[in-house]
Nanobody, 118 residues
Framework: QVQLVESGGGLVQHGGSLRPSCASSVSITSINAMGWYRQAPGKQRELVAV?????SYADSIKGRFTISRDNAKNTVYLQMNSLKPEDTAVYYCNAKRSTGLGTFYDYWGQGTQVTVSS
């Protein structure tokens, strides 16, 4: 069982920065991939960034957001710069962990609200 706790969201002006964090209850070196998703009102949840053996980003945030990890703290961060009103959403932390049977199980945090004012 993996528990994920996000923090660090908030209200920021257009062009500002935030760095939400996601703390895992287990060693993140035992997790195959960790990522951030977001869900805006009336929209589907979408992938923002993922980090595992490598990293990947959604086109809409490339060059503005950076995902990183601190294995010693079992924490993953999402540095968000040059924020835009369209980045407003609830941001969720995700962990994908192998079941050992060729599949992966998804764990989710409770989400942290990010609001960007124009």
């Amino acid at each position: 069982q993996v528990q994920l706790v996000e923090s660090g969201g908030g209200l920021v002006q257009h062009g500002g920065s935030l760095r939400p964090s996601c703390a895992s209850s287990v060693s993140i070196t035992s997790i195959n991939a960790m990522g951030w998703y977001r869900q805006a009102p009336g929209k589907q949840r979408e992938l923002v960034a993922v980090i595992g053996k490598g990293g990947s980003y959604a086109d809409s945030i490339k060059g503005r957001f950076t995902i990183s990890r601190d294995n010693a703290k079992n924490t993953v961060y999402l540095q968000m710069n040059s924020l835009k009103p369209e980045d407003t959403a609830v941001y969720y932390c995700n962990a994908k962990r192998s079941t050992g049977l060729g599949t992966f199980y998804d764990y989710w945090g409770q989400g942290t609200q990010v609001t960007v004012s124009s």
